[in-house]
């Protein structure tokens, strides 16, 4: 059974760091394309970033460009969103989610519909 687990959410104030872990069983991440997807609350869900499985593409959305950094671990079948400078607007429920033999996916902002595979979400709330 393929499964996701985020993890690595929390409270933090502004300006502060958090990183994200997204781990896979049951399958292994070499082929697929990872991105990570937020969700404000009354919000629609947004793309934030993301990770082909070759090729070295990564991509991120104009709102957390320099302050975010996505990075995978095959080896550890994880991949991670290292979350810099964090802002009040940044808080919502973050998702990884994957997609087998989907490079080209991330050439572009990440759009929900494309990935059949999702994690349950971890909280990050930014707030003094």
């Known amino acids: 059974q393929l499964q996701l687990v985020e993890s690595g959410g929390g409270l933090v104030q502004p300006g502060g760091s958090l990183k994200l872990s997204c781990v896979a069983s049951?399958?292994?991440?070499?082929?697929?394309?990872i991105a990570w997807f937020r969700q404000a609350p009354g919000k629609e869900r947004e793309g934030v970033s993301c990770?082909?499985?070759?090729?070295?593409?990564?991509y991120y959305a104009d709102s957390v460009k320099g302050r975010f950094t996505i990075s995978r671990d095959n080896s550890k079948n994880t991949v991670y969103l290292q979350m810099n400078s964090l802002k009040p607007e940044d808080t919502a429920v973050y998702y990884c989610?994957?997609?087998?033999?989907?490079?080209?996916?991330?050439?572009?902002?990440?759009?929900?519909?494309?990935?059949?595979?999702w994690g349950q979400g971890t909280q990050v709330t930014v707030s003094s």
């Open positions: 049951g399958f292994t991440l070499d082929d697929y394309a």
């Open positions: 989610a994957a997609e087998i033999y989907a490079d080209d996916y991330c050439s572009a902002l990440p759009r929900g519909y494309e990935y059949d595979y």
């Open positions: 990770t082909s499985s070759s090729h070295g593409y990564t």
